[in-house]
């Protein structure tokens, strides 16, 4: 009885030691502070000008080589085209194809100035230093009309500030409201105390164009002490056609083929 | 289990897609004169008497007529007649709106003229939306040819009621004192005249000095005050019949006298032993009540247009300033605290606003403010400008002006002006003679 207790009680001390030299949970260490220590990755040819280790090198080497061979392998046979015989006239769906063929080739030359980006080589070329003075004189016309441009022109590289509840940016937005401003000549007779919004509901095609206008509040057109609505909802009306196309975003027509117009008066009117 | 999980995800789906409509808030436009084609009117042929309208040359004189109102109204572009493409006479039956929309019109107005047997004048004319490409008013009017200005303005008034939303104030006439002779010798006469200065005729023959004419708002009455035999009088005149009466023979002087919007009653300063007070007086029953009380001078009374508040000018703060009282009286308050003085305030008939003249440093202005005194907006100034008139419509408002006098006795000419609430459109309106003290009346044709 007694041996057996004792080797039990042996058994568990040498557990017990084992357990905490072994175990990491058991053993508490003091947390030490980690120093960060901020790293820049360069590529070395850049700031140091050094070649690259000699087992690297001939690594790189080894890749270029299997590549350039690679495309050399995979290249198409050229292609045996059958030499015209002289006497064969073209036949009429021939030459049409070839026409077409013709226009739809990408010219660089015809491509709009809108489109058409200006290189950094371009922009350097366009510098003259002899002309600074002229240059600070302008800049601030030039960049009130850099800004006008960008908003007319609707890409979508102008704003990335998505509005997300509307699907179209906010400089998106501006440019459209800019366009309805010049059409809409406001009724000035109106009663600026009453409420004078106009809700106009637009179907658009994706050119821009006005499928259909129509008032959303039509009814109180036709009721009566409300005449000045009437004269309102009809400008609005000639606003959205007198700005018929519309200059929408070149991209996003599911977002922006309904459209709905808030015309309110009120806040011009009241001076 | 799986077609029912696959329409409920497209509901969802394209519901979500459905909602996402681009609304956009359109808070400014264009304020520009609207862009409108008045076509000539022509004479329809086939009348027996087109040869004697057509030595009246009617179609022209009523076209330009409506072309000149609208222009004057400064809401209107008239584009220049020779770049009509169209006929008159198609243009009224058919037009083609690509032809009107090539010269940039919005609107385009069309006539023709016809007279009966009996000699009738009949106007039609139609007004288009150009942009919409549909007719949106057309009016038949009769009338003696000799009435054709007046048929000119009521056409005016239409277009305008129409584009603008508010009535016109073409079809009304101005009254005015007509002044000529030397300063030492004025001759001070009651003329009238449209709106457009045409049609001027005097009222009276000027041995007695007359001022401050007022339209009735039933425009066949004017009240006025006039000089006989050195005492200042209210006078009432009956423009159709030419009936004129003394309103009241008051035992001291009496001022700047108006109708109430009903035309019930007269309100006019009344001074007494050198004090000045604002007096009514009912014209069925020549009973005179005392609304003010105050031992300073109150002066240039003018009804609110629902009748129930008085503005006037008071010096009982120390210097001349607007004040609005309730019309029993009661309540008194000021209004104007701006700096310089304040004089002839006149409601608006649309009941927004209050226009007054007032002197700062030397100058005159010609300005408006709140009924509560705020918002105050000075429209014009000159050397030397006064008592405003507002048109029947409440956007336009009329004065006259003085040019500073040489030493030589030169200068010193008095003219009719009008300036609508934006303060832009400032035009001149011709008399014959100096003019001053001009009322404008209300619309005619109600």
């Known amino acids: 009885m007694y041996k057996s207790v004792s080797q039990s009680v042996l058994f568990h001390v040498i557990f017990g030691l084992f357990a905490v030299i072994s175990l990491p949970f058991v053993k508490k260490e003091a947390i030490t502070s980690q120093q960060l220590i901020t790293v820049d990755i360069i590529q070395i040819s850049e700031k140091t000008q050094l070649p690259f280790a000699p087992k690297a090198r001939e690594i790189i080497e080894k890749i270029k080589k299997e590549q350039e061979e690679r495309v050399v392998t995979k290249q198409a046979p050229p292609k045996i085209i059958p030499k015209e015989k002289l006497d064969a006239v073209p036949l009429p769906d021939q030459v049409k194809n070839k026409k077409k063929e013709e226009k739809t080739k990408q010219n660089p030359e015809e491509i709009k100035e809108l489109n058409r980006q200006t290189s950094e080589f371009e922009k350097k070329e366009l510098f003259d230093p002899n002309k600074i003075a002229a240059l600070i004189d302008k800049s601030k016309e030039e960049t009130a009309d850099i800004q006008k441009k960008q908003n007319l022109e609707l890409t979508q590289n102008q704003d990335s500030s998505v509005n997300l509840n509307k699907g179209i940016t906010l400089s998106q937005e501006d440019a459209i409201k800019a366009q ?4 809409w000549n406001i009724p000035l007779g109106l009663p600026f105390d009453q409420d004078l919004l106009v809700r106009v509901r637009l179907k658009l095609k994706q050119d821009g164009s006005i499928l259909s206008s129509e008032i959303l509040d039509h009814a109180r057109m036709n009721q009566p002490g409300q005449g000045y609505y009437k004269v309102l909802a009809e400008s609005t009306l000639r ?3 007198l700005c018929d196309p519309l200059k929408m975003p070149a991209t996003g027509y599911e977002k922006w083929k309904d459209l709905q117009l808030n015309f309110d008066a009120k806040e011009m009117l009241r001076g | 289990m799986k077609n029912f999980f696959i329409t409920f995800f ?6 979500q897609a459905s909602f996402a409509l681009v609304k956009i808030d359109i808070t400014r436009g264009n304020l520009e004169p609207l862009p409108t084609a008045v076509s000539k009117f ?5 009348s027996k008497f087109s040869e004697e309208l057509k030595k009246l040359n009617l179609e022209k004189k009523i076209s330009e007529t409506i072309s000149n109102n609208l222009k004057r109204s400064g809401l209107f572009y008239i584009i220049d007649p020779k770049s009509y493409i169209q006929s008159p006479n198609i243009a009224h039956v058919k037009p083609t709106f690509q032809d009107w929309a090539l010269i940039k019109a919005q609107i385009m107005v069309s006539g023709k003229l016809v007279i009966d047997e009996q000699k009738r004048l009949r106007v039609e004319f139609r007004l288009w939306d150009v942009v919409g490409g549909k007719e949106i008013e057309g009016l038949a009017l009769f009338a003696t040819p000799q009435s054709w200005r007046r048929i000119a303005h009521i056409i005016s008034d239409k277009i305008y009621e129409r584009m603008t939303g508010e009535s016109g104030y073409f079809d009304t006439r101005i009254i005015y004192v007509a002044e000529s002779g030397p300063k030492d010798q004025r001759v001070k006469k009651l003329a009238i005249m449209d709106q457009d200065g045409s049609n001027n005729k005097y009222l009276t023959l000027g041995n007695e000095l007359v001022l401050t004419p007022r339209f009735s708002p039933t425009a066949q009455m004017i009240t006025y005050m006039s000089y006989f035999k050195n005492l200042p009088r209210v006078y009432l005149l009956n423009i159709e019949t030419g009936l004129q009466e003394v309103v009241g023979d008051f035992p001291g002087m009496t001022f700047a006298p108006r109708f109430s919007p009903d035309g019930k009653k007269i309100i ?3 001074a007494k032993d050198g004090n000045s007070d604002i007096y009514t007086m009912d014209l069925s029953s020549r009973v005179v009540e005392q609304l003010t009380t105050h031992p300073s ?4 009374p003018s009804y609110s247009s629902d009748g129930k508040y008085i503005t006037f000018n008071s010096d009982r703060s120390g210097s001349q300033q607007i004040y609005v009282m309730r019309s029993d009286g009661s309540n008194v308050n000021r209004i104007s605290f701006g700096e310089g003085l304040y004089g002839t305030p006149v409601w608006s008939p649309r009941g927004d606003l209050i226009a ?4 700062f440093k030397g100058n005159f202005y010609i300005g408006v403010m709140r009924s509560d005194g705020s918002g105050e907006r000075l429209l014009t100034q000159n050397f030397y400008q006064e008592a405003p008139s507002w048109s029947p419509n409440g956007r336009v408002l009329i004065f006259y002006r003085e040019k500073k006098s040489g030493k030589s006795g ?5 003219s009719l002006w009008s300036i609508d609430l934006t303060g832009y459109n400032e035009r001149k309106i011709n008399t014959p003679t100096d003019a001053s003290d001009p009322a404008w009346s209300g619309l005619l044709s109600k």
């Open chain 2, 10 to 15: 497209s509901i969802l789906f394209f519901s």
């Open chain 1, 180 to 183: 309805i401003y010049k059409c």
């Open chain 2, 356 to 359: 007054f003249t007032k002197i």
């Open chain 2, 268 to 270: 006019m300063s009344f």
């Open chain 1, 239 to 241: 606003a959205v056609k």
């Open chain 2, 42 to 46: 022509y004479i329809e042929d086939p």
């Open chain 2, 297 to 300: 001078i109150d002066t240039s």
């Open chain 2, 410 to 414: 030169t200068g010193g000419e008095s």
